[in-house]
């Protein structure tokens, strides 16, 4: 007696991996919407790149500068035991801190403002 299949259960047959689908191919870059690789012409230093971004947004690089100078200058005075003054140095850190965050995002806000080229 011969084995036969029953009716509707197909045969399991070995399928060829030529038609796997690959999610993704490592040999390519990704395909991103909007994005242009080749539109960058050369490689920035990071100085060229730190002034670029200063000049965008001038303001980042400012609440910087004042959030570090708080925090040494705070620091110095609580060495010191001066209380009064580095409470009040640290306070000046918090809002240099919070300046430099509403700046990034008021920047981040600008630059998708922009319209495109």
Same mark, same amino acid.
Not at 38 to 66: A, H, M, Q, Y
Not at 74 to 82: D, E, P, V, W
């Given at each position: 007696?011969?084995?036969?299949?029953?009716?509707?259960?197909?045969?399991?047959?070995?399928?060829?991996?030529?038609?796997?689908?690959?999610?993704?191919?490592?040999?390519?870059?990704?395909?991103?919407?909007?994005?242009?690789?080749?539109?960058?012409?050369?490689?920035?230093?990071?100085?060229?790149?730190?002034?670029?971004?200063?000049?965008?947004?001038?303001?980042?690089?400012?609440?910087?500068?004042?959030?570090?100078?708080? &925090?040494?200058?705070?620091? #110095?005075? /609580?060495? *010191? @035991?001066? $209380?009064?003054?580095?409470? &009040?140095?640290?306070?000046? #850190?918090? /809002?240099? *801190? @919070?300046? $430099?965050?509403?700046?990034?995002?008021?920047?981040?806000?600008?630059?998708?403002?922009?319209?495109?080229?």
């Amino acid at each position: 007696m011969a084995a036969t299949a029953a009716p509707g259960v197909p045969e399991k047959t070995p399928k060829s991996s030529q038609s796997a689908f690959v999610p993704f191919d490592f040999s390519e870059p990704p395909i991103i919407e909007g994005f242009n690789p080749l539109s960058k012409i050369k490689d920035e230093t990071l100085k060229e790149k730190f002034v670029r971004k200063t000049k965008e947004n001038p303001f980042v690089p400012l609440g910087c500068l004042g959030t570090a100078a708080a &925090l040494i200058y705070g620091l #110095r005075a /609580f060495n *010191q @035991g001066k $209380t009064r003054q580095s409470q &009040l140095l640290m306070r000046g #850190r918090i /809002f240099a *801190q @919070g300046f $430099t965050v509403v700046a990034i995002i008021f920047g981040v806000f600008t630059t998708t403002m922009k319209p495109k080229p």
